[in-house]
């Protein structure tokens, strides 16, 4: 007698291949992903230099506008007369303008040099009495100049002010 035979389960169908024109799109996507992420990060490093630059360029305003406000004191501290303002505070050789001058070049404020013409200057004229006062007053312009090791152009701070 014959032993039956025994049914084999029928076999699963292979996988089909993909079409010729599907094959490879996973690749391509995965290339086009990497680009997006590439764009996207070479955005962020070119805000984060935009923002340290600013940053920067804070720094040096904050410090030009404290060495003025630092001769503005020194000459309400002072004798007030036009005579003596322009003797002592009158750029390039005024006394009291000299020492200011040696602490704004000890400052830290960039690019600050007679080399390229930025040196700070403090100039005076003489305006009218006003009001119930005819008395003239004497009003100082004093200019901070720096120039960022970046720039190709000097940066200035003026700073006005009225002495009676």
Do not use: C
């Amino acid at each position: 007698m014959h032993a039956p035979a025994e049914k084999w389960p029928p076999r699963p169908a292979l996988p089909r291949s993909a079409p010729a024109q599907a094959q490879g799109s996973a690749l391509i996507e995965s290339l086009v992903a990497v680009l997006l992420f590439s764009i996207g990060l070479l955005g962020l490093v070119g805000m984060q230099a935009g923002a340290v630059q600013q940053a920067s360029q804070a720094e040096y305003r904050s410090m030009a506008s404290l060495l003025a406000n630092s001769a503005a004191s020194q000459m309400w501290a002072s004798d007030r007369s036009a005579a003596t303002l322009q003797t002592r505070f009158a750029s390039p050789s005024g006394s009291a303008y000299l020492l200011w001058l040696a602490q704004v070049q000890a400052s830290g404020l960039p690019g600050v040099s007679s080399a390229n013409s930025t040196l700070p200057t403090i100039s005076f004229s003489t305006l009218a009495g006003g009001g119930s006062s005819g008395t003239a007053r004497s009003q100082a312009t004093i200019t901070v100049y720096w120039r960022a090791p970046a720039d190709t152009q000097s940066h200035q701070l003026v700073t006005l002010v009225q002495l009676k």
